[in-house]
């Protein structure tokens, strides 16, 4: 094995028994724990933290937008991914619970960080061929739902500025 795998992952000793896991099947299995470490994370952002919400409404979307990342990681390749309605339901919510864009950007970074986070504690289980590509499909993915819940903020603005315009030129 060379130095830089060992580096990473610790000397081999004992893990030609252990068995490797894509990084679907990690995160499958971890899906708890990325909620738990995700919401953890949140906690700590004054800017998240002032919009007041239980485990329920801050964390109820994860599991769906984690599945959608799991699916898409299990695509094969040259396979288009569907566009995730999970995450379009998710940025209607969270305009809904007062979320700004900026808000939502850092959630979805936040989602990013720990689920590299969870892959780098399991690094040892891991399947190393498909690490890099996996790591790119998952920021693909965050970030495509990331678009999906703007795409519904946006709509929304746009549905507000015509609901003004209307009630402008009827009180006319």
Not at 79 to 105: C, F, N, W
Not at 116 to 140: G, R
């Amino acid at each position: 094995m060379s130095k830089s795998v060992e580096f990473v992952t610790g000397p081999r000793a004992g893990r030609d028994t252990a068995a490797m896991e894509s990084v679907a099947d990690i995160l499958e299995r971890e899906l708890h724990t990325v909620i738990v470490d995700w919401l953890a994370r949140v906690e700590q952002e004054p800017d998240l933290k002032c919009i007041p919400l239980n485990f329920a409404d801050r964390t109820g979307h994860l599991p769906h937008l984690l599945h959608d990342v799991i699916a898409r990681l299990r695509l094969d390749a040259g396979t288009k991914a569907p566009i995730s309605k999970a995450a379009a339901e998710h940025g209607d919510l969270r305009r809904k619970q007062g979320y700004t864009v900026a808000m939502a950007v850092e959630e979805s970074r936040l989602l990013q960080v720990t689920i590299f986070s969870t892959l780098h504690k399991n690094v040892k289980n891991l399947e190393f061929s498909m690490l890099l590509p996996d790591v790119v499909t998952i920021a693909d993915e965050v970030d495509a739902q990331l678009k999906e819940q703007m795409l519904r903020f946006m709509a929304a603005d746009q549905a507000k500025q015509v609901a003004v315009k209307a009630a402008a030129v009827k009180a006319k």
